[in-house]
């Protein structure tokens, strides 16, 4: 063990080794099982018994209708095989300790290269930034300044300026020295701007601020040296080294540690675009975290200098390097951990082309890793596990672009022409897809109440409905950008605003904890001030941070309390860009509306309306996720209408879903009186969209 292994002896708490199973573990992987073992069945008598082989035409339609739904159960048993081990994060993360009992958690043997230096490390805190608010930018770095730990011997700040603006490097100085830490501190890097020398974005900023003021050119990073990124909207809270540096003090192989976000200016409870992500960063990520195959976020990790050059520093070879750079470093045999505690808060663009913007980026970039030439080769030199679950990323794309639309035409097809996925609806047929479909949300949604307070998984689920049409965009400019590589996307960051045009939200500082915020309430060269309830020196517990996105009553709370002074304050700046980027979600339900509209009356005319009521609930089902959208931009923007338009979204769902099991019922019973699949008079015509 290293000089610095008895720094943590008396910091840390104890924690097992290896989580033990909480209540549900079982009966998640339960599910997984008996849905992996269903799929044979179910498809096997779909494709035998549900296609009208003899019918020309008809067939090669219902065939390709089977096979999405193949696609789309495969991509669903991925993410159960993902989850299977840890199906979500402990209720209370802890950091291991220095006993060396967390070595179990580490995969393989000893064939591969580890670090021998386990503290105490040198910390760099990089905070990359270019036009964003100064008050957004000097908040966090002020939370980056008063960060400590044992483990750090010495602590500096990079502020990594590619706006251009000179005058940041004098505030930085007057916010160090006010704030008494000396100059080394408080670094501020700006690269030239130089129109021959490509800038790569974000990854661009860090390498250049890692190779010429941080180390020297081609040099080799110091065993001790750590690198921590921020976004620069992000706040750590006081005790993120507490929870991220032990993993390095204890174990080797581990180059990296990813810690969730959370952001102060999104009600959980009101996350109209699932900013909070809280089904993947506590369901998907601790599941990836027990094969190996956890995803960098690009912000809120803490990682070995010499691990992030071992595989040459950013990868720039993708607008998201986060990603690249895990697949990087699991290739070289390394760890990328994932600690499931809230560390850090930020802000969420409210803006809609911001959205748009960020999530079509993140889409892009994906794909542009899976069509980089050189990819194959990384995937090769990993383990079958990890390649498979870096693979869920674009294949979950890929398979909101092509399945989405095919769920919605469905419907319609069988509404307006008669043409139907199934030749008929028999009573066989509808016990194995509803137990198909049971089993299909179950590993898709099954979360503890703890983690689904907030409705978490119904949002995630209708997520990529949402953004179909910004994945769509994005698929075909990473193909264009690999065919024509001089048209590739370009990194361009999110605009944010410093503040929530929520005005109910501006005062509010969710947990956890209060404090960290309050710096954003302040420009950088004023005196900290500190939020309600909290004093300058406050600190949050080690083991005070559930994984659990944070309730959302003291913000409401906050909220009401700051409401009589709303008056007061200047509004912020019109959300003028909203509803022009809500026209393919209008169309769409302005589509649906007509379809409806005009089908129904004619099916009851022909006497097949139980098939088309079944029809139009479906088709309800599948385009009810495309309101959000329009409700977000064109209800004032307020988080207590969020909430309640998130809540009528899932009472509506509910409500056809259980419009859809009656139906079906009602068809099993009229079948069991009449003793026949009825294929006679109009129950020819009795199939449905499933």
């Known amino acids: 063990m290293s000089a610095g292994s008895s720094l943590l002896s008396h910091r840390l708490p104890a924690a097992a080794s290896l989580p033990s199973d909480e209540q549900g573990f079982g009966t998640y992987r339960g599910a997984v099982v008996l849905y992996a073992a269903a799929l044979p069945v179910y498809f096997s008598y779909r494709w035998c018994c549900s296609i009208a082989w003899e019918r020309q035409g008809v067939r090669e339609y219902q065939a390709f209708v089977c096979a999405c739904e193949v696609y789309g159960a495969l991509c669903v048993l991925l993410l159960g095989v993902l989850r299977f081990r840890r199906p979500w994060a402990s209720q209370q993360p802890l950091p291991p300790t220095t006993d060396g009992a967390e070595s179990e958690m580490i995969l393989g043997g000893d064939d591969v290269r580890s670090f021998e230096w386990q503290g105490p490390f040198d910390v760099s805190v990089l905070i990359p930034c270019c036009k964003e608010p100064d008050e957004l930018i000097f908040g966090t770095v002020r939370a980056a300044l008063a960060l400590h730990h044992p483990l750090a011997w010495r602590l500096r700040v990079f502020l990594l300026d590619d706006g251009g603006m000179p005058r940041r490097a004098d505030a930085l100085a007057r916010l160090a020295s006010g704030l008494g830490y000396e100059a080394e501190r408080a670094q501020y890097v700006s690269r030239p701007n ?39 909207d992000q706040e750590p809270h006081a005790d993120f080294l507490a929870h991220t540096l032990p993993y390095l003090h204890t174990q080797p192989r581990v180059a990296l540690v990813q810690t969730p ?110 069509l980089h030439p050189r990819t194959p080769r990384l995937l090769l030199a990993l ?12 294949l979950g794309y890929l398979g909101t672009v092509l399945t989405l639309p095919v769920w919605l035409v469905v419907p319609v097809l069988s509404l307006c022409l008669g043409v139907h996925p199934v030749q008929q609806l028999t009573p066989a047929f509808i016990v194995c897809w509803c137990l198909y479909y049971a089993l299909l949300v179950t590993v898709c949604d099954m979360l503890p109440p703890r983690l689904n307070r907030h ?67 302040t420009a950088a060269h004023e005196p900290l001030a500190t939020a309600p309830g909290c004093s300058s020196a406050e600190t949050t517990p080690l083991a005070a941070a559930p994984p659990e996105p944070p309730a959302d009553a003291d913000a409401d709370a906050a909220a009401d309390a700051a409401g009589e002074d709303e008056d007061e304050d200047e509004g912020p700046a019109p959300r003028d860009t909203s509803q022009a980027d809500v026209g393919f979600h209008a169309a769409a339900l302005l589509t649906v509306l007509v379809v409806l509209g005009v089908s129904l009356p004619a099916s009851h005319v022909a006497g097949t309306s139980r098939l088309a009521m079944l ?76």
Not at 213 to 220: L, N, P, S
Not at 463 to 490: D, E, I, R
Request: hydrophobic letters at 45%; one cysteine or more; charged letters at 15%.
């Open 261 to 370: 976000q959370h952001f102060y200016n999104v009600v959980p409870s009101g996350d109209v675009f699932n900013h909070h992500n809280g089904a993947f960063f506590y369901a998907v990520q601790p599941g990836l975290d027990a094969w190996e195959a956890t995803v960098c976020c690009g912000t809120n990790f803490v990682a070995r200098a010499e691990a992030v050059h071992r595989v040459g520093w950013f990868p720039v070879e993708s607008i998201t390097e986060d990603f690249l750079l895990s697949m990087k470093l699991a290739a070289q045999g390394l760890v990328v951990r994932y600690h499931a505690a809230t560390l850090v808060t930020g802000e969420a663009p409210e803006d809609l082309r911001q959205v748009f913007k960020q999530r079509s980026r993140w889409c892009c970039g994906c794909f542009q890793v899976f």
């Open 455 to 521: 409705l978490c998984a119904f949002t995630a689920s209708k997520a990529n409905a949402l953004f179909w049409h910004c994945y769509a965009k994005a698929l075909l400019s990473a193909l264009v950008g690999a065919l024509l590589p001089s048209k590739q996307m370009t990194f361009q960051p999110t605009d944010k605003r410093g503040f929530s045009a929520d005005a109910s939200l501006r005062r509010a500082a969710p947990p956890p904890p209060a404090c960290a915020l309050a710096s954003r309430r």
């Open 615 to 690: 029809s139009a609930v479906w088709l309800l089902l599948n385009a009810l996720p495309m309101a959000l959208p329009l409700a977000y931009a064109l209800l004032p923007h307020n988080h207590r209408l969020h909430q309640k338009a998130i809540r009528a979204a899932w009472v509506s769902h509910s409500a056809l879903t259980c419009v859809v099991a009656v139906l079906l019922l009602q068809h099993l019973v009229l079948c069991e009186r009449r003793h026949s699949p009825l294929l006679e008079g109009a129950y020819n015509h009795e199939c449905t969209n499933l």
């Open 194 to 232: 130089d129109p021959s020398v490509p800038r790569h974005g974000k990854s661009g900023n860090l390498n250049y601020a890692l190779r010429t003021a941080i180390f020297a050119d081609g040099e080799r990073p110091p065993a001790d040296a750590v690198l921590v990124v921020f976004d620069c």
């Open 383 to 394: 383990r079958p596990m990890q390649a498979i679950a870096y693979l869920n990323a674009p």
